[in-house]
T-cell receptor, first 110, second 115 residues
């Protein structure tokens, strides 16, 4: 089983739709969780950290479910500019123990 | 605010050549990382550094060498390039705090082709 697993997609959604991605992780001792966004093989950019109680940043909501070992990202009112690949990132152990998922591709359609 | 910069952005070289990819950060972050990204594999850690003069192997270190004589620089050298090292290389940095919640910040990447 991979340490971090994501559905590769693509998720094709119309503008204005709500879309959710999940990411599962295998190490129950994982400590920190992040969502990154990557556009067309450019550098990954931090979208948001994921906190135990869940957190929101504008149209984006992140949740952590430690019991089931997954994190989720919800995007409301999708914009064309949201089209990208979303990477799930899990840190387990030291600062260097970071595992990246292979990403979920989102395409927002006009 | 330059942040983290990589050079060159693009590089084409031949098998057997030595090539060095540069990474420079202006944040004085303790940790620096080198990743490669290939289709189907996601980002894989090559080497990382916890501070100047402290480096360690990641998941895929074979064929690569790193050094970190100064906090701000973390060059990656391919001693004898092979076609399997054709990839997109990302440098990243992360601050060191009392928690592990500090994210990594990435440079623009170097697209390396080995013929």
């Amino acid at each position: 089983r991979k340490e971090v697993e994501q559905d590769p997609g693509p998720f094709n959604v119309p503008e204005g739709a709500t879309v959710a991605f999940n990411c599962t992780y295998s190490n129950s001792a994982s400590q920190s969780f992040f969502w990154y966004r990557q556009d067309c093989r450019k550098e990954p950019k931090l979208l948001m950290s994921v906190y135990s109680s869940g957190n929101e940043d504008g149209r984006f909501t992140a949740q952590l479910n430690r019991a089931s070992q997954y994190i989720s990202l919800l995007i409301r009112d999708s914009k064309l500019s949201d089209s990208a690949t979303y990477l799930c990132v899990v840190r387990s152990g030291g600062y260097q123990k970071v595992t990246f998922g292979t990403g979920t591709k989102l395409q927002v359609i006009p | 605010d330059a942040g983290i910069t990589q050079s060159p952005r693009y590089k084409i070289t031949e098998t057997g050549r030595q090539v060095t990819l540069m990474c420079h950060q202006t944040w004085s972050h303790s940790y620096m990382f080198w990743y490669r990204q290939d289709l189907g594999h996601g980002l894989r850690l090559i080497y990382y550094s916890a501070a100047a003069d402290i480096t360690d192997k990641g998941e895929v270190p074979d064929g690569y060498v790193v050094s970190r004589s100064k906090t701000e620089n973390f060059p990656l050298t391919l001693e004898s390039a092979t076609r399997s090292q054709t990839s997109v290389y990302f440098c990243a940095s992360s601050d060191r705090t009392g928690t592990l919640n500090q994210p990594q910040h990435f440079g623009d990447g170097t697209r390396l082709s080995i013929l």
